[in-house]
């Protein structure tokens, strides 16, 4: 008898060894994205390190950085510059960190967070703006309103009152209420009726949501895993789309990103509202994994000020 406790456990040792191995494989075929800037951490301006060439790559990908600012001839590829530190200074008072320039673990810890494949600015010019309450005012007080619009602060006209969502065939069933829902919220403070369209319909709808993977032909692809999560469009363009290989659930769910959370996110892009600073805000761009999201204070003064007539 004990032969046959001790013969079963060493199986369920080596069933578990088996697992873990097949999980580890299966990290290494799938690793994160941003997984290249835990080797960076405390790095500055001056030093040259395997992996900056792909900080610069990040930076750029989400309006930090431009192509003039990088470098990719020989040495000068993974030359922490002064191009870098400065964006890395922006990076660090938009998301309301300690403005060094220098790759700390908070600064890497909050850069490697799923997050929305819009850029923090655009064209150069627009802005997280908690930071500069920061810099300005010394204080994080997110009672200031701290939303911010794309340039020309584009929305959708005031006739006609009812926008029509469509999905694209074949699109994941549990998907369909979290987004409908997130349009039902932000309807909530401005003018307009949303209206679901089944694909099959052949009248123009004036958002098209999906799911996608890789490149996908919008100019933004998608990276994998536990990168950008997703991304949509200002207006008037109504693209939305979801990254299709990211493991995303209904509700809070561990190691999971609700669909929800990021439905409501990204339709506050589709609506006009660009990121916002404030960490409590759905326009905060780092998505969190195992928990939901509702509107916050800066989300609903946003778009009440986008839409005022």
Known sequence: MASKVISLLLFICLLTLSYKAVLAQS???????????QSL?????????KGIQYLKKNLQQF?????????SNGEEADL????????????????????????????????????CGVADIVNGNTRMRAGHEMHHHGNSNNSHALYAFFPGKPRWPFWPRTLRYQFKNGTRGDAIKPV????ARWGGFIPFQFEPQPPYQRAPADFHISFETGDHGDGHPFD??????????????????????????????????DIGTVALHEIGHLLGLEHSSVKEA????VITRGRTKDLANDD??????????
Do not use: C
């Open 27 to 37: 990290d290494e075929k799938n690793p994160s994205p941003f997984g290249f800037l």
């Open 180 to 183: 409908q829902n997130g349009f």
């Open 41 to 49: 951490i405390g790095h500055k301006r001056g030093d040259r390190v």
């Open 300 to 309: 609903i003064q946003g778009i009440k000020a986008l839409y005022a007539k």
């Open 224 to 257: 994998g895993p536990g990168g950008k999560l997703a991304h949509s469009f200002p207006p008037r363009d109504g693209r939305l789309h979801f990254d299709a290989s990211e493991k995303w659930s209904v509700g809070a769910v561990a190691d999971s990103i």
């Open 80 to 115: 922490f510059d002064e191009n870098i530190e400065s964006a890395i200074k922006t990076y660090q008072i938009n998301f309301n960190l300690q403005s060094s320039g220098i790759l700390d673990t908070e600064t890497v810890s909050t850069m490697s967070q799923p997050r």
């Open 282 to 285: 759905i326009m905060y761009p």
């Open 63 to 71: 309006g930090y950085l431009n192509h003039t600012q990088i470098s």
